[in-house]
Nanobody, 116 residues
Framework: QVQLVESGGGLVQAGGSLRLSCAASGTIFSRNTMGWYRQAPGKQRELVASISRGGTTNYVDSVKGRFTISRDNAKNTVTLQMNSLKPEDTAVYYC??????????WGQGTQVTVSS
């Protein structure tokens, strides 16, 4: 059974930083694409950042230059470093994993709130 457990959300002032982590189990982590989605109240879930098994990263335009995604295959973790946070970054952030046959798995979500 695949499990993704997020940690690191919280409340921060605009301009501050947060670091989200996601620990995966029950899957061959090194073969999976990993990433982070977010969903703000009244909005659709959007892909924030992803990292392929080869280390290729992609970001939504609104976070480029501020967020950095990384992975540690030895520890089965993926991390999202978020700097220069803005109130519009406020959302529930979800870790996701996609395996080599296209199955998607999700974490339970962690709240990020950025105050102005």
């Amino acid at each position: 059974q695949v499990q993704l457990v997020e940690s690191g959300g919280g409340l921060v002032q605009a301009g501050g930083s947060l670091r989200l982590s996601c620990a995966a189990s029950g899957t061959i982590f090194s073969r999976n694409t990993m990433g982070w989605y977010r969903q703000a109240p009244g909005k659709q879930r959007e892909l924030v950042a992803s990292i392929s098994r080869g280390g290729t990263t992609n970001y939504v335009d609104s976070v480029k230059g501020r967020f950095t995604i990384s992975r540690d295959n030895a520890k089965n973790t993926v991390t999202l470093q978020m700097n220069s946070l803005k109130p519009e970054d406020t959302a529930v952030y979800y870790c996701y994993s996609r395996n080599s046959i296209g199955d998607n798995y999700w974490g339970q979500g962690t709240q990020v709130t950025v105050s102005s």
